[in-house]
DNA sequence: ACCCAGGCGTCAG
DNA sequence: CTGACGCCTGGG
């Protein structure tokens, strides 16, 4: 059986402007970007373990037309169900309007609305995923880590066909878990029975590099000690010191999976690219320590930090302003 | 064509 | 605090 439901999100169901080619094409690192296919932007959604494959309008997100969104599944659809979770990964569910106002009141953000009009957070689909797929990039370029998580995805998600082709879940902790880290590990694995070089089905083949190991480890813990249902319900406090006890997760990864993972908005990753950026714009150029941007940010910025670091980055990309801070 | 320095966030020393 | 980590980018 196969079932293609097609409903309409319309301009009144949600606050403030959507340009939703910038929300997927900004580089936030929750997930890759969507594939662009015939006007759509498609992906795979998993939901209650079942697949969905969305496709949402990719043009004209900016004027008074209703999106329209066409979910293919062997399954039957509960369309309230995947709008909800289409709400959710677009950050439709925040009014930009308010969020307007609070950065028009300061004359350092107000210049980064005609940059961003319509830009929101793109959350990720799954906290796992999103713990991982942070993990990834750190230290790592958007493309690099983008091309890692997709060739995670087809070594070890599960492959679903639609009719527009096929597309691969985000591997669960337990498959991560019986991936070899590197090529050794594989070749040793098999017997020896495949070449060295054709031991590719490592994490580290990924392009992971030493990430790997913090991955196999993250999915360890994910599996054994740390229960993402509890951590959703923590207060943002307690869920960073929890999430900085797995490897390769420090402040900035923490804070990013608990933005784009646990949708706590008062988190204020900070890059170099956001260092830069607050250190010129609010402390005239000096060098401040990462730890005390990061305190800034929260006490400064509240509950929209999140959105003000995604605001900061991507005007400071547009306006020219970080070919000056470079 | 080539090489090699520089950049990215976290960890270990 | 500093250097190492892996890989890609970009300048020479």
């Not at 939703?20 to 296919?37: A, F, R």
């Not at 992906?43 to 209703?66: A, C, G, K, R, W």
């Not at 060295?196 to 913090?214: F, Q």
């Not at 900035?252 to 008062?266: H, N, P, R, S, T």
């Amino acid at each position: 059986m196969r079932m293609i439901k097609q409903f309409q999100i319309y301009r009144d169901e949600y606050q403030g402007p959507l340009n939703l080619d910038l929300t997927i094409n900004s580089g936030q690192t929750s997930q890759p970007s969507w594939k662009e296919n015939e006007g759509y932007f498609q992906e795979l959604i998993m939901f209650d373990n079942q697949p969905y494959l969305v496709n949402i309008t990719s043009s004209s997100s900016e004027n008074e037309d209703p999106m329209d969104v066409k979910i293919e599944s062997p399954v039957n659809v509960d369309i309230g169900a995947l709008k909800n979770k289409i709400f959710d990964i677009f950050g439709l569910n925040d009014d930009l309007n308010i969020l307007y106002k609070f950065l028009e009141s300061d004359p350092k953000l107000f210049p980064t609305i005609k940059f961003c009009h319509g830009l929101r957070l793109f959350k990720a689909q799954d906290p796992f995923e999103c713990i991982i797929s942070s993990i990834s990039s750190a230290n790592n370029s958007i493309i690099r880590w983008s091309r890692s998580i997709r060739q995670m995805e087809k070594k070890w998600g599960d492959e679903y066909h639609f009719l527009s082709g096929k597309y691969y879940s985000f591997p669960s902790p337990q498959r991560i878990l019986m991936a070899p880290e590197h090529e050794i590990e594989e070749f040793e694995l098999c017997g020896g029975e495949k070449d060295l070089e054709k031991c590719i089905d490592n994490l580290k083949a990924c392009g992971l590099g030493y990430r790997g190991k913090y991955i196999k480890q993250a999915a360890q813990l994910v599996q054994d000690d740390i229960d993402l249902n509890e951590l959703e319900k923590m207060d943002y406090d307690e869920a960073f010191q929890i999430l900085l006890q797995i490897p390769g997760v420090g402040p900035k990864v923490a804070d990013c999976i608990l933005l784009y993972g646990f949708g706590k908005g008062e988190a204020f990753p900070v890059d170099v690219w956001i260092k830069r950026i607050i250190c010129h714009l609010y402390f005239s150029g000096k060098d401040i320590p990462v730890p005390k941007i990061r305190l800034f940010g929260m006490e400064e910025f509240g509950e929209y930090a999140g959105y003000v670091q995604l605001y900061l980055f991507h005007y400071a990309r547009k306006s020219g302003l970080m070919k000056t801070l470079k």
